[in-house]
Nanobody, 113 residues
């Protein structure tokens, strides 16, 4: 089982930026498409962005919303760059590997002044 550990969450002011990281425990990371989800209080978990094994983003809406997903296969890490955040982006952000059903523990992002 691949373990996923997210980091980089915290408090950011409206309009600010943040970069989340998700480190995978095993070297086979490069074989999997990866994605970021988020879950706000009282809401269902939703897809934020996805990236293929070759580094192609799989969610066209993500960039329009100020999210950029990227990966570094040598470091077994996937990133989520978040720009121009709004208070409604406050949520717990999770890393996910659909092919093997793995989820990270999540990292809290709070957008507030």
């Amino acid at each position: 089982q691949v373990q996923l550990v997210e980091s980089g969450g915290g408090l950011v002011q409206p309009g600010g930026s943040l970069r989340l990281s998700c480190a995978a425990s095993r070297g086979i990371f490069r074989n999997y498409a990866m994605s970021w989800y988020r879950q706000a209080p009282g809401k269902q978990r939703e897809l934020v962005a996805g990236i293929s094994t070759g580094g192609t983003t799989t969610d066209a809406d993500a960039a329009k919303s100020g999210f950029t997903i990227s990966r570094d296969n040598d470091k077994n890490t996937v990133y989520l760059q978040m720009n121009s955040r709004k208070p409604e982006d406050t949520a717990v952000y999770y890393c996910h590997v659909f092919a093997i059903g793995s989820w990270g523990q999540g990292t809290q992002v709070t957008v507030s002044s």
